[in-house]
């Protein structure tokens, strides 16, 4: 890897970018810096936002600047007045220590009159967004006849936002002999059309592969049933305790409605769209930089202005309907050398757009799975216990109250203070997760083997039978093509539940299988052996419809329909409102037919 003085970089912007913590060149940087500085050859860079791309063309440009002249040199058009803003300060950051250089934002929004003073009084780069720089040159105050360096960012977006006759009447103001630089994340046919129109034998640099998303972002799919999406949603930022990140929404509408559920569920949510005013836009996205907020509901085009680099995740609720849009959401995790995940809540009739995007980000999607409240429980904890390993003390403050605490405690043991503080965070959180149902992935399909997963109809069939007297019949998904006999079931029961079970009869069907154990095990074996893994699957078990002995209708086979409107938990901000739908019985019988014994005891 070279250094920035290995590619050229002048000592005083060096100097200024070695103050902002920049201690390497980025790949970007290293490709295009030297290039632009050597040769005045056009560039294309098929970059993501977020790979350094602003000091790729930032300092070369910056460094080509003659400052004696006080004229626009350099134009840089980009599509949104937030990015407008952030490389406008970036290239002032980058020529601090660089005398009588000046750099212009121009973007709508705000007053034309003080931009045009700017303008008058001269500068060298503009940087600016297309419709506001039209308006300028329509009212004549912008000159760029002396224009050399012209980059277009994000030149995609530009495109998507309609500015494709701007960016024509723009060009057509400023010298052919210019060199440009054109900046993309993705590489759709109408920007090749702009390259083939506008750009000189260009270089074209590939920062990862083209049309690939980031190597630090892992693409994850949840397949839920549409009145599940929601639940979903909140499961998993719940799994997640630590999340800061962007859940993207199709329409303001329901931008807005997820949200405000969301906020109303206690969550750290605010929305971000285009039925917002400018200054409440703002607002929002000032309080989601500086993490106030932990989750920004958003729409595409409203996010786009928003840059930040420390994102965790990226939640599609559904799949964007122009299916290129997901690699720009899901770049905006993974950034600045850090990893990400981008998560996907889809229905089954989003799946196919799930092939199409693998073939754009040339990655495949692993396939989640919505976590048990268990699993959130358990995350929850630890993340609690983290929390509490790492809290700065403040020996000043609270040291002098600290006496009478330790007397007040000073009859309990360690162990019953630290379980007293974990319950006192956490009974809610269990109570509200105890009963709740998993979330059911529809029947065709599950994130197991596409075969082999019977469908919940056949889950609960009980094969046909009925427990023997006093037994209950229990489902389980492995079968024959998992190399699962009666002595390898009876082996996972050994591994996984404590204690003696009996076990009855045993069916081992191709795909599942049905074994019996006396009613009052069921809900032990059930609750040891669900989730655990068997040989890489996960496994579920429940009772089979009809599998009750008899003796225990509906009971042990009773599950909450619990819904779970209204639950959060994250630290102290927990709220919880849960409503109680009604619980629904299943598998109960009478009469036992005698099962001949296959399996044995333990
Ligand atoms: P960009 O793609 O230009 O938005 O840059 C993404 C982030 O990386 C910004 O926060 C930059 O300040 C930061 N950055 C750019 N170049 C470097 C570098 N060479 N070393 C460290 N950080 C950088």
């Not at 970059?47 to 840089?76: D, H, M, R, S, Y």
């Not at 786009?304 to 994102?311: K, M, N």
């Not at 995940?341 to 199409?356: L, P, T, W």
Request: charged content about 30%; hydrophobic content about 30%.
């Amino acid at each position: 890897m070279k250094t920035f003085e290995e590619l050229g970089v002048a000592a005083e912007i060096r100097k200024a970018i070695e103050e902002m913590g920049y201690e390497n060149p980025m790949p970007v940087q290293e490709e295009v810096i030297p290039y632009l500085l050597a040769e005045t050859n056009d560039v294309i860079a098929l970059a993501q936002t977020g790979t350094g791309k602003t000091a790729a063309f930032g300092l070369p440009v910056l460094q080509k600047i003659n400052t004696k002249e006080n004229v626009p040199q350099a134009l840089i058009l980009c599509p949104t007045r937030e990015l407008c803003l952030q490389i406008a300060g970036d290239l002032a950051d980058y020529s601090k220590y660089i005398d009588n250089l000046r750099v212009l934002p121009v973007y709508g929004g705000s007053s034309i009159e003080s931009q045009i003073k700017s303008l008058k009084r001269g500068v060298q780069i503009i940087v600016a967004t297309p419709g506001r720089l039209i308006d300028l040159i329509n009212r004549k105050t912008v000159n760029l006849e002396k224009v050399r360096y012209v980059v277009l960012d994000e030149a995609d977006e530009m495109l998507n936002m309609g500015f494709t006759d701007s960016i024509d009447e723009i060009l057509s103001k400023v010298p052919d002999n210019r060199t440009m630089l054109l900046f993309s994340a993705t590489m759709p046919k109408e920007i090749a059309k702009i390259t083939r129109k506008y750009m000189n034998e260009p270089k074209e640099i590939t920062i990862g592969r083209k049309n690939e998303g980031s190597n630090n972002v892992k693409h994850v799919y949840y397949l839920v049933h549409a009145k599940d999406k929601y639940l979903a949603l909140k499961r998993l930022a719940d799994y997640y305790p630590n999340i800061y990140g962007i859940i993207f929404c199709r329409t303001r509408r329901e931008t807005q409605e997820i949200a405000d559920k969301l906020i109303q569920d206690g969550y750290n949510a605010d929305s971000l769209h285009g039925d917002l005013s400018q200054a409440q836009r703002d607002y929002v996205m000032q309080k989601f930089r500086i993490k106030n907020i932990q989750l920004l509901v958003a729409t595409d085009v409203a996010a786009r202005g928003l840059d930040v680099d420390s994102l965790t995740h990226v939640i599609n609720y559904g799949l964007p309907d122009d299916i290129e849009s997901y690699t720009h959401r899901s770049g905006r995790t993974g950034r600045a050398g850090k990893t990400g995940i981008s998560m996907a809540i889809i229905h089954v009739k989003e799946k196919g757009k799930i092939r199409e995007i693998e073939k754009i980000i040339n990655k495949k999607f692993e396939v989640g799975e919505i976590p048990s409240g268990h699993e959130i429980c358990e995350k929850q904890l630890l993340n609690f216990v983290d929390r509490l390993e790492k809290v700065k003390v403040n020996e000043e403050e609270i040291g002098p109250l600290l006496p009478s605490v330790y007397r007040k405690l000073d009859w309990l043991e360690k162990e019953d203070i630290i379980k007293r503080a974990v319950s006192l965070e956490f009974n809610r959180i269990i109570d509200y997760y105890r009963d709740a149902q998993d979330i059911e992935t529809p029947s065709s399909y599950s994130s197991r083997d596409e075969k082999s997963y019977p469908r919940r109809s056949e889950r609960s069939s009980s094969g046909g039978r009925q427990a023997e007297k006093g037994y209950t019949r229990l489902f389980i998904n492995v079968g024959r093509t998992d190399n699962v006999n009666p002595a390898t079931l009876m082996g996972l029961v050994n591994d996984y539940v404590q204690g003696k079970v009996t076990i009855g009869r045993i069916d081992i069907m191709q795909n599942f299988s049905f074994f019996e154990v006396p009613e009052r095990d069921a809900a032990n074996v059930i609750k040891s052996m669900n989730r655990q893994d068997n040989n890489g699957r996960r496994i579920s078990i429940e009772i089979a419809q009809g599998g009750d002995g008899g003796g225990n209708r509906n009971r042990s086979s009773r599950r909450s329909q619990r819904s779970e409107e209204g639950y959060r938990s994250s630290g102290n901000r927990s709220r919880h409102s849960r409503s109680d739908g009604s619980s629904s019985s299943r598998g109960s019988r009478s009469g036992g037919s005698s099962s001949h014994r296959k399996g044995g005891s333990r």
